[in-house]
């Protein structure tokens, strides 16, 4: 406690900003973790109550660095409301600056200041603080050549915080730009540490549309596939932050090659992956099942869920609902490998004793999606009774989406025998039907999916009635089912056939969609006996 007291008293006597702000960051890096939350909090209040009124004086003074700094520190966890609320005044005076002002605390400062509010995107003041920093950076595209690689990557890392924010899009494509420079030459993007590369790219990923971006992190990914950028020295977390940025570009050949360099990576270590934290694992998994079919990918993911498995129950019940959404659907993408299948019935388990309010309707969606892989699983059938009875709890389903739907009527159609399961699909039905832009508002191959789903039911009249809604748009626009595949085909023509006195289709009608869509001889389109 003395280190701590006689820390807080120096900063007291510090009486100009520079000194203040050296003596924060000295104590800052020296103190135990255990009084580092006290000292912050207090260098906190005192920032705020001593500095902050100054702030713009102090740009004019050249002392901009030092308020980047303080702030910078306090801004942290350590910091507490009062850096919190420290961090809000000075992103608020940020936000009414004007060019001249901006400009005077210079490009490494703004690195320092949008990386700091961007701990807490969601206070209003500073996202709008955020955002001024960004019209000005969007406007000042040669003050980027001289900031370090370590700046760069903090104000990508900061802007893509707000991935809504035109400003912020605008300023991440000029350092996008930027970096393209650097990498003018094969291994300039070396001098950006592992920590930097990692914020790029998955900073980047936010405003994955982007051409320039997209142009920036395929950069980044070439030179990690030339091994110009050494990968063994990263972190789990750098890695997990790579692969899950360049997952955002799962059909870009630089991304998949990249990608298939840190799986080969990861599965290299797969004796120290219990070092690996349950949201680096999840989101791990989660981006290599974007690319399945790659043997390197499966084997990183064999390897991920075999370390679920060794974490013990104990460790499994720490798991976040989103840790567990993304652990149990990338593992579905690899059902048939019995690690894969182990750790989905370890976490079906977990989610049987978790409580499901806390889950988000596409968690709960991309829950049972994922489960419905493996239907002979007890475990797994239990888990999904019990999400669907979440669901019947719920008031409306209106939040859940297109697709959500569709992955909850045709995972829990895989145990058509269990009466929770049923009701639950009924409640979607019903909600369904009473809905004026049913079935426009779905697609295709979700109106497939719909139907081969409630077939498993066909004795449910609301079940008849959404079937038919969706024949009827079928038999008015065949050209409109030309975007599904001989899988997605046979599931409708099968699913409607449980219906054909509502359905109404011939056996001709059949043969004709069949040679509409030029079918191969085997093509699996059986019709109902009744046809």
């Not at 120290?272 to 989660?286: E, I, P, R, T």
Request: glycine share 6%.
């Amino acid at each position: 406690m003395l280190a701590v007291d006689a820390a807080i008293t120096e900063i007291d006597r510090s009486h100009q900003i520079r000194e203040f702000s050296i003596t924060v960051l000295k104590h800052a890096k020296q103190l135990r973790p255990a009084d580092q939350t006290a000292f912050l909090q207090k260098a906190a209040s005192q920032f705020q109550l001593r500095f902050v009124e100054c702030f713009e004086e102090n740009i004019l003074a050249g002392k901009s660095w030092d308020y980047a700094t303080t702030c910078n520190a306090i801004s942290r966890v350590g910091g507490g409301e009062a850096g919190v609320t420290a961090c809000e005044r000075i992103a608020a005076r940020v936000s009414r600056l004007d060019n001249a002002l901006i400009k005077k605390i210079g490009f490494r400062a703004i690195s320092l200041l949008a990386s700091s509010f961007s701990r807490h995107f969601r206070v209003t003041e500073c996202c709008n603080g955020a955002i001024r920093l960004a019209e000005f950076c969007g406007d000042h595209e040669s003050g980027f050549q001289e900031l370090n690689s370590q700046s760069l990557a903090s104000l990508v890392n900061g802007f893509s915080k707000w991935p809504k924010q035109a400003a912020c899009q605008r300023a991440t494509v000029v350092i996008a730009k930027e970096v393209i420079r650097r990498a003018g030459r094969p291994g300039r993007l070396s001098d950006f540490a592992p920590q930097g590369l990692a914020n790029l790219v998955n900073g980047f990923s936010k405003w994955a549309e982007d051409a320039v971006v997209r142009e920036a992190t395929g950069v980044i990914a070439a030179e990690i596939v030339d091994g110009s950028i050494e990968i063994s020295e990263f972190t789990r977390q750098h890695l997990a932050n790579l692969v899950n940025g360049f997952s955002k570009w799962s059909e870009d050949k630089g991304s998949r090659q990249a990608t298939i360099v840190i799986a080969d990576e990861i599965h290299r270590r797969a004796a120290g992956l219990g070092d690996f934290n349950q949201q680096d694992l999840a989101s791990l998994v989660n981006s290599f099942s974007k690319w399945p079919e790659e043997a390197a990918c499966r084997k990183a993911g064999v390897a991920l869920a075999c370390q679920v498995l060794h974490a013990g129950a104990a460790r499994r019940s720490q798991y976040t609902p989103q840790g567990l959404t993304n652990l149990v659907n990338g593992f579905s993408k690899w059902w048939n490998e019995a690690a894969c299948r182990q750790a989905a019935v370890a976490l079906a388990h977990e989610i049987m004793a978790a409580r499901l309010s806390h889950y988000t309707e596409q968690a709960l969606a991309n829950l049972v999606n994922g489960f419905s892989k493996w239907p002979h699983e007890v475990a797994v059938r239990d888990a999904t009774i019990a999400i669907a009875s979440e669901i019947i709890r719920r008031p409306r389903l209106s939040q859940f989406t297109q697709q959500g739907l569709t992955d909850l009527v045709n995972g829990f159609s895989k145990w058509p025998e269990e009466v929770e399961l049923r009701k639950a699909t009924v409640a979607i039905a019903s909600d369904l039907v009473h809905h004026d832009a049913w079935p426009s508002n779905f697609n295709q191959k979700e109106l497939a999916k719909l139907v081969n789903g409630f077939s498993k039911w066909p004795e449910e009249a609301v079940f008849r009635e959404a079937v038919v809604a969706i024949a009827s748009k079928v038999l008015c626009r065949i050209g409109w089912l030309s975007n599904l595949g001989p899988q997605d085909l046979s599931n409708l023509v099968n699913g409607l056939s449980k219906w054909p006195n509502e359905v109404l289709l011939a056996e001709g009608r059949l043969r004709s969609l069949r040679r509409s869509f030029a079918a191969p001889p085997n093509y699996p389109i059986v019709p109902s006996k009744d046809w």
